[in-house]
Every structure is written in C-alpha cells, then in structure tokens.
T-cell receptor, first 109, second 116 residues
C-alpha cells in the first residue's frame, strides 16, 4: 500500500532550526512535495524534490533520498509566523498525491 | 504562479439542503481538478478526480450520489453536497495541476461547510 509517515507535532524556539522528517511508500514515484498549511487555510506549496539531494530556498530547504524513501524539510531562523502544519506528499506513478497527516509545528518565543 | 479560486469560502446550511462549491482555474486550463476533504487536525483526503467533459472518478467510500461533481469546462469544476447532514460539515478544498506540469498542485482557498 501507499503510505506517508511524519511526526504529529514538533516544538521549536524562535530563531532556531527545525527538521521535519517524512518517510514515504508510493506505487511508483514522481516526486516529493512539502506544503505549509495554516489553520483554516488551504495548503501553500513549499518545495518539490524528484532527485536525490538538498534543495535550498531561502530559510527553507528540502532533502530527498529515493533509496531510503525519506525526505526532510529544514526550517532555519524560525519565526513565529512559521507556526503551521507542514504536509509531506508523495506523487505516485499516476501523478496522484499521497498525503501525510501533517506535522504541527509550534514555535515558542 | 497559477491561481485557483474557490467559492464560497464559508457556508452554513440547514440539514437536508444542497450546497454547491465552485472551483475555477483563473489563468490556465485545468483538464483535471481534484476535490479533497479535510477533517480537523487530519490530512487531506482525496474525494474524487474531476475530468473535464467526462464523469468524475470517485475514491473508495465516497458516495457519488451525495457528492456530485461536474466539470463542464476547462476552467470550472463544481462539487454539490446533496441532502447535507451535520456529519458533512468539513473543510473542502479543490486543486489543479497545470496541464502537462505535475510539479505543483495549486489549491483553491477552501470552503468551510457547516451543516446545522
């Protein structure tokens, strides 16, 4: 079956760094996505990885290891506005997104 | 980036009535749109894949007669919740990929449905 696993909740301090991990199992693979979702709002796109390695985009970076079925989202210089849920999604061979349950990130001052 | 507009953002309706939610792609033609439902503190649950000019493909466990999907044009898909019940109260979100470009799904703003 297809499955996405990520932690339910994480807490970090403003200004620090946090890494949110995601492991995936999909039927075929066409990429790994990270989305940010604030409460009551639709998800917004953060990153897409289809090749192994690290993709850096400002304060956010995303890493992929296809052989391990593993990805992480790295958030640096955390700000209070980064408090949100972070959704990991794998795209299968039919280009369908398989969603994780999301990781609620709590930022403390 | 591409824009998907969803309307209404919030709706309250009485049990037994029907509610229509619209999803429009504003600056691209979406041959395929996706409808999701999200329960509090849960991830997105794919309900159906809406294909322009043909019948929608529903996920297992989703009632076709209750959640009517119409994709009459390349820029508009609608989800109608028929004979709504309180358990249908949820957050409904549509999304679309730009044709031939699967590297990002663009989401509508979502619709918070409350059935009283």
């Amino acid at each position: 079956g297809q499955n996405i696993d990520q932690p339910t909740e994480m807490t970090a301090t403003e200004g620090a760094i946090v890494q949110i991990n995601c492991t995936y199992q999909t039927s075929g693979f066409n990429g790994l996505f990270w989305y940010q979702q604030h409460a009551g709002e639709a998800p917004t796109f953060l990153s897409y990885n289809v090749l192994d390695g690290l993709e850096e985009k400002g304060r956010f970076s995303s890493f992929l290891s296809r052989s391990k079925g593993y990805s992480y989202l790295l958030l640096k210089e955390l700000q209070m506005k980064d408090s949100a849920s972070y959704l990991c999604a794998g795209m299968d061979s039919n280009y369908q997104l398989i969603w994780g349950a999301g990781t609620k990130l709590i930022i403390k001052p | 980036g591409a824009v998907v507009s969803q309307h209404p953002s919030r709706v309250i309706c009485k049990s037994g009535t029907s509610v229509k939610i619209e999803c429009r792609s504003l600056d691209f033609q979406a041959t395929t749109m996706f409808w999701y439902r999200q329960f509090p503190k849960k991830s997105l649950m794919l309900m159906a894949t809406s294909n322009e000019g043909s019948k929608a493909t529903y996920e297992q466990g989703v009632e076709k007669d209750k959640f009517l999907i119409n994709h009459a044009s390349l820029t508009l898909s609608t989800l109608t919740v028929t004979s709504a019940h309180p358990e249908d109260s949820s957050f409904y979100i549509c999304s679309a990929h730009t044709p031939g470009h699967h590297t990002e799904a663009f989401f509508g703003q979502g619709t918070r449905l409350t059935v009283v």
